[in-house]
């Protein structure tokens, strides 16, 4: 195995002292007052051995190791691997690498991996809270390092945080169903206390009692598709009277898009269909989806802009940044105006 290069390696190449070929990896050539001509000889010699410094003892000198922990539920899902994307993009900008990682809704894996984070020195974190972690990031905010929540917040938490209008997006989207006839409209969501979940929710029954008419929610006990597959199956099935449904998240909007299929029912004729989450695939499927769209590079950029402030001045008090942001709604085939419409209206 190749022994890897060392600053003691390159100070005894060179014959000079390890101190100053530290000074000169660490950008501190000019404030230690190194000549241009040595400086360039280190800088040569590092790039013709290879030499790449240890992030953690450089982390030590510095205080910084200019890594940044981001935590989600799932990774792979559309939502959080294209906003993961636009992050990735303004973190280097910055100078900044990511560590990415997936709790899968475990709290015990979601506490050890705050823990590795801590053990990796990263320099602020950015989660979608898991639900019944707040203790633990309550804990990180005190320890004064920068942490931006996004997706969802807890009231009691006081933290940085940017989301998107959960209430509002869903009562327009119920609106746009009621206006275009629809008078039977059903609500997929999980059974979680995560906030944002229960504001889509609440949009939607503030929505339906507005325009007179009866709710009809299913809450999932959500683990994947194999629990939420069945579980839209047997509710279509039961609710026959229903004549447009919406999906709080496109991954049951994807698993109610299967059971519509097994069902064999058509789609906007039998059941209408809107999705809260857009992403490509729902704009390919036949009939084209209606969803609601998150504007995820305005998320980016609005996490990253508070993060980089806490980072680059931490020495600094600031107010606690609570963005909400709105979100668009694209209008495809799934929920087409029916023929004959009841003036029913939100």
């Known amino acids: 195995m190749e022994k890897k290069v060392s600053i003691k390696d390159i100070a005894k190449h060179l014959g000079i002292s390890i101190s100053t070929v530290s000074f000169v ?14 400086t360039q000889r280190v800088l040569k010699l590092v790039e013709e051995l290879g030499y790449k410094p240890d992030a953690l003892a450089r982390s030590f000198r510095t205080g910084k190791t200019n890594i940044i922990g981001f935590l989600v539920d799932d990774i792979s899902r559309p939502f959080f691997s294209n906003l993961a994307r636009f992050i990735d993009e303004k973190a280097a900008k910055n100078g900044y690498k990511i560590i990415y990682s997936s709790t899968r809704g475990n709290r015990k894996k979601a506490i050890e991996l705050l823990q ?14 898991p639900e019944g972690l707040e203790t633990e990031v309550e804990a990180l905010t005190e320890s004064r390092k920068p942490v931006v929540l996004f997706d969802r917040y807890f009231r009691e938490l006081n933290t940085d945080y940017v989301v998107i209008n959960n209430e509002e997006s869903t009562y327009k989207a119920t609106c746009h169903l009621v206006d275009n006839g629809y008078q039977n409209i059903g609500f997929v969501t999980i ?13 939607y029954e503030d929505a339906i009692t507005r325009a007179g008419l009866i709710p009809s929610i299913l809450k999932i006990n959500y683990i994947n598709a194999a629990t939420g597959l069945p579980a839209i199956i ?7 009277q229903l004549d447009a449904v919406i999906f709080s998240a496109n991954y049951l909007c994807m698993d109610g898009l299967r059971a519509i299929r097994h069902l064999e029912l058509n789609i906007p004729d039998d059941l209408a269909v809107l999705s809260f989450d857009d992403f490509e695939l729902l704009e390919f499927v036949l009939p084209t989806i209606t969803a609601i769209a998150q504007p995820l590079e305005d998320i980016a950029e609005n996490i990253m802009t508070i993060l980089m402030q806490r980072l680059n001045n931490p020495k ?9 942001l709105p979100t668009a709604m694209t209008l495809r085939q799934s929920t087409a105006k029916k023929t004959s419409i009841k003036k029913t209206a939100c």
Not at 116 to 123: E, G, K, L, P
Not at 316 to 324: G, L, P, R, T
């Open 191 to 203: 059974d979680t206390i995560e906030q944002q979940m229960l504001d889509r929710l609440k949009g």
């Open 25 to 38: 990896v660490n950008g501190k050539a000019k404030e230690k007052r190194i000549s241009e001509e040595l």
């Open 234 to 240: 047997d509710y279509l099935t039961e609710q026959k």
């Open 116 to 129: 590795i984070f801590q053990d990796r020195h990263v320099d602020g974190y950015i989660i979608a809270l």
């Open 316 to 324: 600094v008090a600031h107010e606690y940044s609570q963005i909400v």
